[in-house]
């Protein structure tokens, strides 16, 4: 569906692009052993929790498949080396451990002869991972379409695209999906700082899709809005809480606030497994605060005096009352949140 | 007033601050002739357009000062030719332009015949036109201080202070005297992309006179009123409708936004020559587009993919209804801005 391509498995190999050459080099690598997948992700060639997923779960397939040993004890202990490997790879994306211990589960529970057999499930269940993704991408998209006229003009957030996952995303796969089904958009990317996903990794994409685009800083939202029509934002989500507060990249709340000062709808894209109906409300997401040297430092070269203190939250939390509609891949959560919310993750 | 300076004048020597090495270096260069001055403002070690006023003024008092001659009618050849230089350094400061002309019009009409005269006109003109920058910037800070409450916590946005003026700035100035007059300030500083000027400027300032501060991201303001008691924004004004819209430095408006929605009081500073009674409404007020390199290119590297397409509107519009007051030196502006503002100018 895209003309990139953050993960692939081929004939027991694992190509990644190299997101930290991004937008400068498009550069693939190709990796055939799980420490060099487990090396990769922790020097963040690939980033965004549903792509590491997805990367945790080829790199124990590589295991399988390249393994040379006749006895299944053996590749039990392949595997789990691998998953040792894997798990010291990166602290805290929750996909990437929920994809190591789906796999785990069924080597460990494997009580066959027959190491063919536990060689083809792991690898089984790794393609698995990787089309559950990209069907609950392309699901997110399918209910996102109906809040996309032709002629659209969008502003989106951050990077919720390919990059992201092993598909053509969240919020951005609601774009990219219109695109491919023949609606003319155009999309103004936040730049959002202070790691630029929107600059470096969405205009990317965008343009690999020929998608129209032009780029922004933050703070120009509201000068576009106030000077153009804009007929929605798009972002992504990190965690939704019960009542319909969502938490999302720093800077998202600001973009919400100012859609509605303009009447502009704004929609939370992104999959069920984002709702926590165990968290009230956004009071209880917590927020995780980053190193100051993100905002710091750009391109290695400090923008801010020595020794001046910086405060750099990741996430931000967008009340429930600014957010029109929160599409998901098992439809779309409209206000009152508290029941719609509740109905999709159960219903 | 403060412990640095932007541009100085002391025994025929002019000192100015190089600007364009802030925050990594601070050099200051000494200039004892006017085609020195006309070309550091031309290569922009100052900016900011009173500063740039001044820098003229000086200009020409290096002129009147270092002249050899004995006649009349050759100081007021070389200030002519001075002033060319002057005039050829950077095409749109109107500060500049203006400083000019009270300059030479005094020179065109000295009718007497000593040099020494004209000479100490000169110079005592430039001296003039600094004084009133100085002193411009002390009212404003002296109405502004009745908004400004012991233990404020401020947001900042852009650069307003003594490194665009002269002196102590205007916006910045209030805060500086708040802080000068033992109140206990904290600022956070919006780092205001593109150019950065809140890092590279603002925080520089704040630091060097120990005023406690904490440098952000523009998108986080949102979160930091959620999340934090803000007494109030205070930011800059280039121009003042007569209905109380205010251009300023982009990023205002959502600033501005944010702050409403927070209920934060929101004060645009400047002096009452921003003020522009013959501009109904912010829709008149033309607004700069800038190159996209300003935003496309950080420290001289690429952070957007080659061709894609950069909006980079200089300034937005703030209108009059989420500005809580206007603070000039010749006093405060209270909504209704229609009535308020033309008896400021007027009065």
């Known amino acids: 569906m895209t003309e990139y391509f953050t993960i692939r498995w081929e004939n027991g190999i694992v190509q990644m692009l190299d997101q930290r050459m991004l937008p400068e080099k498009v550069v693939y690598h190709d990796y055939s052993k799980c420490s060099e997948v487990a090396h990769a992700i922790s020097e963040m060639v690939i980033r965004g929790a549903p792509a590491l997923g997805v990367a945790a779960a080829y790199g124990l397939a590589l295991t399988a498949y390249h393994s040379q040993t006749s006895r299944v004890s ?6 789990l080396q691998s998953a040792a490997e894997l798990q010291n790879s990166r602290p805290t994306a929750v996909n990437l451990f929920t994809a190591i211990e789906r796999i785990m589960g069924i080597a460990q529970h494997f009580s066959g002869m027959e190491v063919m057999q536990l060689r083809g499930e792991v690898i089984h269940e790794a393609m698995k991972i990787a089309e559950e993704d990209r069907k609950m991408n392309l699901k997110i998209a399918q209910y996102g379409q109906q809040f996309i006229p032709d002629q659209a003009n969008l502003i989106h957030h951050c990077n919720t695209g390919a990059l992201a996952t092993a598909s053509i995303g969240t919020a951005l796969g609601v774009i ?12 103004f990317v936040d730049e959002t700082r202070p790691r630029l996903q929107g600059a470096r990794l969405t205009a990317w994409e965008l343009k690999q899709l020929g998608i129209p685009q032009t780029v922004i800083v933050d703070g120009a939202s509201g000068y576009v809005m106030e000077n153009n029509r804009i007929d929605a934002c798009l972002v992504g989500c990190d965690r939704i809480a019960a009542n319909g507060d969502v938490a999302n990249k720093i800077g998202t709340y600001n973009l919400a606030l100012v859609a509605y000062a303009h009447g502009v709808p ?30 710091a430092f750009i391109n290695e070269r400090a923008i801010i005096p020595d020794g001046v203190k910086v405060f750099n939250p990741a996430f931000d939390v967008t009340p429930a009352k600014y957010i029109s509609a929160i599409i998901t891949d098992r439809g779309v959560a409209f206000p009152p949140y508290q029941t719609s919310l509740y109905k999709l993750k159960n219903g």
Chains 1, 2 share one sequence.
Do not use: W
């Not at 497994?273 to 040297?293: A, F, M, V, W, Y």
């Open 74 to 79: 053996d590749l039990k202990e392949e595997l």
């Open 176 to 187: 990219i999906l219109a695109h491919n089904r023949g609606k003319k958009i155009h999309v």
């Open 266 to 295: 704004f929609y939370s894209v992104g999959p069920v497994t984002s709702i926590d109906l165990s968290i009230k409300d956004g009071n209880e997401i917590p927020i995780e605060q980053r190193p100051d040297d993100e905002v």
